[in-house]
């Protein structure tokens, strides 16, 4: 594997990380050659863990608008800076273990709530499609891998999938799913494409750290 891509290690089927926190990985082998690394993380972040996150975006989106309770809003989004505080850089360096990624090369970590018919039909990482790329791209980086943490258990069903894998993981509260997007100068297809089911009821909590080419030092760009 070319390492100037983040990458995550499966020699073994449980990790330990840095933090003593230990990961159960399940990786899953595509073709091509230059198809993305998948891997699906059991156990990335602790039930503890998840709460917090979920109790430090609950507080930041009750207090950019004051319906926040009965906001109707199908999807929120509140973003995190790196390193904003002990718990998010634990995170962030856990992350850039797995992932032998320094996070200096990283965005910030995105929390999105997900409400019924909260969906997204399809979402590409990689971005070269439009002017706004250019302007990313100069701040933070071209994206070349992507971090979906799930922060809730989701039954109804909300998965997320990989299109060109036909791989779907569906959310289990402190799971992870990893892939990158290796070649995407190739003309061997678009690999960072995912797309996230709608819920039919309930919420969808997930966590998002995009992994960049160059140090990323500016706010996310949405």
Not at 12 to 18: F, R, S
Not at 56 to 75: C, G, N, T
Not at 170 to 182: D, E, M, R, V
Request: glycine share 6%; hydrophobic share 40%; with cysteine.
């Amino acid at each position: 594997m070319d390492s100037t891509y983040p990458w995550i290690s499966i020699e073994e089927n449980i990790v330990t990380c840095p933090d003593g926190h230990r990961v159960r990985l399940h990786a899953y082998s595509l073709t091509p050659a230059l198809a993305p690394q998948v891997v699906v993380l059991g156990g990335l972040l602790s039930h503890d863990e998840c709460d917090e996150w979920l109790a430090l975006a609950k507080a930041r989106l009750q207090a950019s608008h004051s319906d926040y309770a009965h906001s109707s809003i199908a999807v929120e989004r509140v973003h995190f800076a790196r390193s904003e505080s002990s718990f998010v850089a634990k995170i962030e360096a856990r992350i850039g273990a797995l992932t032998q990624w320094p996070d200096d090369d990283a965005y910030a970590i995105e929390v999105a709530r997900y409400r019924p018919d909260g969906s997204f039909a399809s979402s590409r990482d990689f971005d070269d499609s439009h002017q706004e790329a250019g302007d990313r791209q100069a701040w933070q980086g071209q994206r070349v891998a992507t971090l979906v943490m799930f922060l809730n258990d989701c039954t109804a069903p909300g998965a997320i999938s990989l299109p060109d894998s036909g791989l779907s993981v569906y959310p289990h509260k402190g799971s992870a799913l990893f892939f990158n997007y290796p070649g995407m100068d190739e003309p061997a297809g678009d690999r960072s494409k995912y797309r996230g089911a709608p819920i039919s009821r309930g919420e969808r909590w997930i966590a998002t750290k995009w992994l960049s080419s160059k140090a990323a030092n500016a706010p996310v760009l949405s």
